[in-house]
Structure formats: C-alpha cells, structure tokens
C-alpha cells in the first residue's frame, strides 16, 4: 500500500499530506521494511500538523538535532523542546532568537543546568530576565546569575516590580535602582524583601520615603511607636528586631472610640521601642 504511493507521489507536500492522513497506520507499522529510515528522517522537515508531528517524534527515534533550527519552524521547535528532543547548546540558543525567540524562556527551563553554565557566554533580553526571574524552575542563586545579565542603567518599571516580590537577597545596586523606580506602594514589599540588605544607619532614609505613620521610626533615639496591625507590619517588625534596630513589637489590643458609632471599640495594634542608637 506504501510503496506504490511514495512511487507515486514522490513530492514532499504530496507525502506529508499523505503521511498527516494516515499517521495512526503509518507509525503502527513502522516496522516495515517500505517505511525506509529515508522515509523517517525526511519527515522531520515535512510540512505536517503538530498533532501528526508530536505523534512521529513519539514513535520514531531520533538522533540527536544538530542541522539549522531554520529547517524545523517554530511549531516543530517548539515541540521538539517540550519533548526534550533538541539538546542545549549555545548555538542554538543564538539561533533561536532570530527563529522562535518566544521559546528561549522554555528552552532555557528544560535545559537548566546547561543553561545556567551558558550564562557567561549567552545575551539575555529584557524580557526573557523578566520571564527567568519569575519562573519556578530556577533556584534562589541561579536568579541571581540571571539578574547579573541585566545592565542596571536599563531597568525598566516592570523588572522593578518583579524585584521587589524576589524574597532572597540580591545586589544591592538593582534593589537602589528599583527603590528609586518604584511608585511608594510597590517600595514596601521591596523592603520587607531587601531589608537584609541594608545597614541600620541606612533604614531611616527609607521609612523617610514611606507613608507618614513609618515616619516614627526615623529617629533612633529610644521611643516608643504604635501601627495598626497587619501582616506585612507583623513581618517587618519581626525583621527589625533580628536586626537590632527595634527592641520589641507586641500585639495588643486597646480600646479606641468609634466616631460614627458613638462606643468604645477595640482596636488590634503593635507597640514596640525603637532601640537607641550608640555611636
């Protein structure tokens, strides 16, 4: 049945199409001495459906690619990545970003130790450090290796922002930049995040910079400050007491007049001493 067909036909668009028609019957009888190795590797090029190209490259086994990625399209690299078939290298990687650079995150994700030893020797845009940073693939320190690629003199508002959500600490030259970026409500998380890094005599200059009410932590002489309770001020106190900045921060409770209710109520609060500075 095969043979008189490719006899035929012996078009590549007359064989893909029939290949696309009867891909079920073909790869069941793969085996066949008429479905030549000719036959299996031609098809890798051939103009078929993903659906028929994912059923082949299931079935068919595959040397390891090494000819231009231009060859293949985007569909087939695309899927050639997702099923671990096209091997990491950098030369692919360059070529990949004329050909299907919006798979260079993936190839990234599915290769990551090759891709993380490439990275002294690889460019990275904007956005794939963007898309890398924010990615669950990668560990704490290999974000920090894929941050490093970014010229600091080109963050832009939307690295910034996936900055400030990274909860590990990294150079402080992208946490200054992204400070002076970031509109106030997107600095706090920054904060929280970063606060590691910062000396003691730096912090006031920052709660200068924050809604007024953190205003009370500017001055480091022992005093007392008190803030509504909330999560975020929970978890920043706690970081300021391992810092030594702050002595303690107790919840507490206490009774507060409601204005539009005319009765006492009580109100959820943190007070704490601001610890003295010694020079």
Known sequence: MTQPYYEQYGSEACWAEYFDENIDFLLNDIDNPVITDEILSALIFADITEESFRKYISSVKLEPYGESLTKLGKMKIKVMIEEDLLPYNISFWDEMDDTASEYR??????????????LDDIALKDNEINSLLQSEVFASQEKKQILSKLDVTILGKETAKIIKELNFTINRVYTDTAWNILEEDDRYALLLNQ??????????????????????LIERTRHKFKFAYSDYNKKLFDKLIQMDYITSAEEEWIEKEDDKLFHMGKEHVITGYVKQFKV
């Open 105 to 118: 995150v993936l190839y990234a994700e599915r290769n990551k130790d090759a891709f993380v030893a490439s």
């Open 195 to 216: 606060l590691d890094a910062y000396k003691n005599e730096e912090l006031p200059d920052l709660f200068a910079e924050l809604a007024s009410v953190y205003h009370q």
